[in-house]
């Protein structure tokens, strides 16, 4: 064992109070540099990579998961089908020989993809124009998707509307705004379908979308925090409510992945791009791709035996923030050599 001297020791709690402080001047965000290499960065958003040497371990596999024909003769409908994670879920099923029916506020938006899809993969998709706040156009939306397909086995709630905000600056309507289109759109939905699924003695499958803060809670985006954590309730107890109808209810809980409508929202200017990267342990962001292959998994055949589970797919974010001595991650080989040296000195109480 080597010997420690006091002076040593003062050495290991400079160095350990530099590596904190460091951090802590890395990762302050009470005043964050939004300067112009931050905008640039964000501008040029497709050409940066902040993954990690190790991420090398976790390379994402993009491919299609499950047999060709999985979903042939099923129907499924998607909310925010029609982009980021809406869509590649949409594009899966599509591929799997679904018959996909896609709904959200932007028509022109939904029909561009619904035909993209389609032309890739021969499989119809629908577009259904559908603000998923308001009971009466969920209803017309159901009736439009009972004229083109009948009713669905498959439905994903992944409709959702956020932006980070100061609670403090949070106006009654932004609240509104997004406990609207998350909570209560999935239980419009929800509801909706689940009444005519069981006057029609039809089994189906329920997807929501949640996020991993629904379980922790999050300062600054608090009504999506509150909501998400609704969705899963709602979710949670249908699952053991709806079993009798022939209805399984599964919820997952992705970390971050890049899109247009999130990134944009939570992190306008990239900024904080990195330091999240830095504590995801598989050192990347998830793909639309992996996501859309575990939906198709939960939402298949393959899973009937699966209800009321809450799937975290986060590539370990949550896991590494919760943990107190995580931190420890970032002390090297001779800091803990000289660590473990301090405490085996250490006789008593
Ligand atoms: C340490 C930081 C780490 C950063 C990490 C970044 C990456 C993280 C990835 C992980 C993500 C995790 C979870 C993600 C969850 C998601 O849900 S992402 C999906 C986001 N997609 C969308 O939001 C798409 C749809 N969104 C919208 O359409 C709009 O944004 C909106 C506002 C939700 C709804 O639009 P609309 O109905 O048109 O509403 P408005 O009339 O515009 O506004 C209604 C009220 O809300 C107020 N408002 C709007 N924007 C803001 C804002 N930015 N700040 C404060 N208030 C806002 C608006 O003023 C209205 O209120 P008033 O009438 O009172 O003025
Ligand atoms: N990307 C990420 O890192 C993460 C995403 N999530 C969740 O994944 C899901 C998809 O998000 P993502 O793809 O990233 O973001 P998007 O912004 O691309 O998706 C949100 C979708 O919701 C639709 N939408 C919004 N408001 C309404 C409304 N009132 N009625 C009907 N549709 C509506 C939008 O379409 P339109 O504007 O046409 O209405 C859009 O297609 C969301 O549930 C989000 O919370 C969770 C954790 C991480």
Same mark, same amino acid.
């Given at each position: 064992? *080597?010997?420690?001297? %006091?002076? +040593?020791?003062?050495?290991?709690? $400079? /160095?350990?109070?530099?590596? #904190? ?116 156009? *969920?209803?017309?939306? %159901?009736? +439009?998707?009972?004229?083109?397909? $009948? /009713?669905?086995?498959?439905? #994903? ?128 962001? $998830? ?63």
């Amino acid at each position: 064992m *080597v010997p420690v001297s %006091v002076g +040593q020791a003062g050495n290991v709690s $400079g /160095l350990l109070l530099s590596l #904190i402080l460091s951090e802590q001047v890395q990762n302050r965000t009470d005043s964050v540099d939004f300067g112009p290499s931050q905008l640039w960065c964000h501008r040029f958003a497709g050409l940066r990579s902040y993954a990690t040497p190790h991420s090398q371990f976790f390379a994402p596999s993009e491919g299609i998961m499950l047999p060709a024909g999985s979903y042939n003769n099923k129907v499924a409908f998607i909310t925010g089908g029609g982009t980021g994670l809406g869509r590649a879920m949409t594009g899966v099923l599509s591929q799997l020989g679904a018959q996909c029916v896609i709904a959200s506020r932007k028509l022109e938006v939904l029909q561009q993809t619904a035909t993209e899809i389609s032309s890739q993969t021969g499989n119809k998709v629908h577009a259904v124009q559908c603000d998923v706040r308001d009971p009466q156009a *969920v209803s017309r939306c %159901v009736d +439009q998707m009972v004229e083109l397909t $009948g /009713l669905p086995d498959v439905i #994903i709630n992944n409709a959702a509307g956020n932006f980070i905000c100061p609670s403090e600056r949070l106006s009654a309507n932004g609240w509104k705004s997004i406990t609207d289109i998350v909570l209560n759109g999935t239980a419009f939905v929800t509801l909706e379908l689940g009444k005519r699924l069981i006057q029609n003695q039809k089994g189906a499958s329920f997807l929501a979308i949640t996020t991993i803060y629904a379980e922790s809670g999050s300062g600054f985006v608090v009504p999506s925090a509150s909501a998400k954590a609704g969705v899963e309730a709602l979710y949670k107890s249908l699952a053991a409510e709806w079993g009798r109808y022939g209805h399984r209810f599964n919820i997952i809980q992705p970390g971050p992945i890049r899109t247009k409508g999130a990134f944009s929202r939570l992190d306008p200017t990239g900024t904080f791009e990195k330091s999240m990267i830095g504590r995801i342990p598989t050192g990347r962001l $998830g793909k639309p791709a992996e996501l859309a292959n575990l939906a198709a998994y939960l939402s298949s055949d393959y899973a009937s035996w699966m209800s009321g589970a809450v799937i975290r797919f986060d590539g370990g974010e949550y896991v590494s923030m919760a943990g107190e001595f995580n931190e420890l991650r970032k002390v090297t080989d001779d800091q803990w050599k000289m660590l473990e040296t301090m405490i085996r000195s250490t006789k008593g109480s």
